[in-house]
């Protein structure tokens, strides 16, 4: 099974939860796996007829899917919003963002909020087009959009020169939101008391408590199993020319607690290029190291570090901790070791930007 990866897109924390989910079912199935950042290998006697697409940009997928299907090899699209009426060739598996839009839009309302911004959408990603579309549908307005333009940064310091005119924000992305967040509270600012936050997404930042956000969760790793079985499926059964799924996406409130929302709603989407390049900017690459240090943590992990973060001796955590200083020691090194080129300090002074 051959798989293609938009080569910005490759080491985001979202596409390493796509490859983990193939990669999984991949070996449940004993079904070997390529992972590729180009399309070269289709012209060296390749005899597959299904290949997995992962990336953000419509505009890229689309050049893919049309050099696949000339070479009679059909895609299986992740993480790009469904555009099976303009490619009825390719499969399709992505998130339900336009019911998850509509519920986060809802939740805002439920809690009182009157106007709310949309921020950090990318205009090169389908998927944030979707939810600016639903935004827009849901009583957002088009001058309270906050597009990803130049920098993580400075897209910031657009909303915040306009903070007071909102009482929530509906992020495109969970990094985005973990960033505003930050930059929020540095001003001084209580989240949720000053400001709602809802996004997108599945880091371990944006579900911390800690951090106050509403999230619906996307399900990337599910989605990564489903591209195994659609390609079992559609290889096996030549009478299938193409599938679909649309993943359904959990809403947990800042209080870590699902929230049942049901309303209508209906899909729109709108086309848009031109931003600069997401995944390039220091602010999501920091975010996306935290998260990476942050991963493979458990609840005994994030309470060491924000012990270490707070200058506590080894002796004075095991005692409130009720562990061993080993184990503290072992914790630490592990954490550590997934930051190489990084000093211990460095990793530190990371980790206290985020977890605050």
């Known amino acids: 099974m051959h798989i293609v990866v938009e080569s910005p897109f490759i080491n985001s924390h979202w596409c390493t939860s796509y490859i983990k989910g193939i990669t999984a079912q991949a070996k449940r199935k004993n079904l070997p796996i390529e992972v590729h950042t180009d399309t070269d290998f289709i012209y060296d006697d390749f005899d597959d007829t299904h290949v997995v697409l992962i990336g953000s940009s419509l505009v890229w997928a689309s050049k893919c899917m049309t050099l696949l299907y000339k070479q009679g090899i059909h895609p299986i699209v992740l993480s790009i919003a469904n555009y099976q009426k303009q490619f009825p060739f390719a499969s399709f598996i992505t998130m339900d963002y336009g019911d998850a839009t509509h519920k986060l839009m809802q939740y805002l309302h439920d809690k009182g909020c009157k106007r709310t911004a949309f921020f950090s959408g990318n205009l090169k990603s389908s998927t944030d087009m979707q939810k600016l579309n639903n935004y827009l549908q849901n009583g957002g307005s088009e001058n309270d959009v906050f597009s990803y333009k130049d920098s993580l940064a400075k897209t910031c310091d657009r909303l915040i020169e306009r903070i007071g005119e909102f009482d929530s924000v509906l992020c495109a992305n969970d990094v985005s939101s973990v960033v505003l967040l930050r930059r929020l509270m540095d001003l001084g600012y209580s989240i949720p008391k000053d400001y709602h936050i809802a996004t997108f997404g599945d880091t371990t930042l944006s579900n911390l408590e800690i951090h106050n956000i509403a999230v619906a969760k996307i399900k990337s790793n599910d989605a990564g199993r489903l591209a195994v079985n659609a390609y079992r499926m559609l290889k ?59 991963a493979g943590c458990d609840k005994l992990d994030i309470s060491i570090l924000r012990e270490v973060l707070n200058k506590e001796s080894y002796s004075k955590i095991a005692a409130k901790l009720f562990i061993a200083e080993n184990t503290i020691s072992y914790r630490i090194k592990k954490i550590l070791s997934l930051a ?17």
Do not use: R, W
Not at 266 to 279: K, L, P, R, W
């Open 236 to 294: 096996n059964d030549p009478e299938i020319s193409a599938l679909s799924f649309l993943l359904h996406c959990d809403i947990f409130d800042c209080h870590c607690e699902a929230v049942d929302i049901k309303i209508e709603h209906s899909d729109f989407i709108i086309e848009s290029s031109g931003a600069t390049n997401f995944f390039n900017d220091p602010d999501v690459a920091k975010v996306l190291l935290v998260e990476k240090l942050l």
């Open 340 to 356: 190489p080129d990084k000093t211990k300090e460095e990793v530190f002074e990371l980790l206290s930007q985020f977890l605050f």
